[in-house]
Nanobody, 124 residues
Framework: QLQASGGGLVQAGGSLRLSCTAS????????MGWFRRSPEKEREFVAA????????DYGDSVKGRFTISRDNAKNTVHLRMNSLKPEDTAVYYC???????????????????WGQGTQVTVSS
């Protein structure tokens, strides 16, 4: 089970940190990802991190602005979002890839469990 939090309303140029807490499985066994969906776009890959945190990948639209991290002792993955833009407005979902590899996948096809989503709204 995944529980996302941290969304809200922020002005353009501001920052937010999203968190996702997992339960039910050994957190350090699987990779985690963040995706987002807005009325204008299909589900879009945002960021992913491997189970040990050694591999990270980002969508092109967020590279250099967002940072994914994880704390395996607390079963939590974070998404730090800086320099937010109005086009970052979306519902953000965390997801778990239970395949036991060292990869951080960008395709949603690899993810088996999804959180409920948290709304991020960036005003101009």
């Amino acid at each position: 089970q995944l529980q996302a939090s941290g969304g809200g309303l922020v002005q353009a140029g501001g920052s937010l940190r999203l968190s996702c807490t997992a339960s039910g499985r050994t957190f350090s066994d699987y990779a985690m990802g963040w995706f987002r969906r807005s009325p204008e776009k299909e589900r879009e890959f945002v960021a992913a991190i491997s189970r040990a945190g050694t591999v990270r990948d980002y969508g092109d639209s967020v590279k250099g602005r967002f940072t994914i991290s994880r704390d395996n002792a607390k079963n939590t993955v974070h998404l730090r979002m800086n320099s937010l833009k109005p086009e970052d407005t979306a519902v953000y979902y965390c997801a778990a890839d239970y395949t036991v590899t060292g990869a951080a996948h960008t395709s949603s096809d690899h993810y088996e469990a999804w959180g409920q989503g948290t709304q991020v709204t960036v005003s101009s």
